[in-house]
């Protein structure tokens, strides 16, 4: 029976450690001031009428902490990458000097971080419930194996591992979420 409650331990840990990972990729795309290809993430343009991400059909660097320098595998893709910077709504304002893209990230306002720290609160607040989610889903799953016949000291075990497990999740979150706030404050 051991064998049961690893595996349901094990599917709560990789549960909530891909909630970490899509965290991770949520604040990575909140713009702290810091130019970074993430920034460009999701975007999608118009490559011979289909949909395509932006990274495969140009190279995204970022030469310094202010700009981003996209540049497409082919020239004509320059106006068409442009455009859909713009219809992003981004906050960018993308110059096209016929070879490439630039972009200069703009600092952001006191105001601007504010509104951002707020975003981070709610994106945080948004995986602490995902990660409690998981925690009653794998409680429930604790549960239908005490009904199959393990042991209830080893129920009772599992659930507070699961519980122990829960709470490294969400002090990750917290400091994650943290440092974040701490970089977009920081001017």
Do not use: H
Request: aromatic residues 4%.
């Amino acid at each position: 029976m051991a064998e049961e409650t690893k595996k349901c331990l094990e599917q709560a840990r990789e549960s909530m450690n891909a909630t970490i990972v899509f965290f991770d990729k949520e604040l990575q795309k909140i713009r702290a001031g810091k130019a970074s290809p993430q920034m460009l993430e999701g975007l999608k343009v118009d490559y011979y009428g289909n949909q395509t991400p932006i990274e495969q059909v140009a190279n995204i660097n970022t030469p310094d902490a202010r700009q981003i320098v996209i540049q497409p595998w082919e020239r004509p893709m320059l106006p068409i990458i442009e455009k859909a910077i713009l219809a992003a709504n981004l906050g960018f304002n993308p110059q096209n000097n016929g070879e490439f893209i630039r972009i200069v990230v703009p600092t952001p306002t006191e105001e601007r971080r504010k509104e951002l720290v707020k975003k981070i609160k709610q994106e945080t607040e948004q995986n602490k419930v995902t990660i409690r989610n998981l925690r009653r889903t794998a409680n429930d799953l604790a549960k239908k194996l005490k009904d199959n016949g393990i042991p209830e000291d080893e129920a009772k075990k599992l659930e507070t591992d699961i519980q122990k497990l829960t709470d490294d999740f969400i002090a990750k979150i917290d400091k994650m979420s943290e440092l974040k706030e701490k970089e977009i404050m920081t001017v």
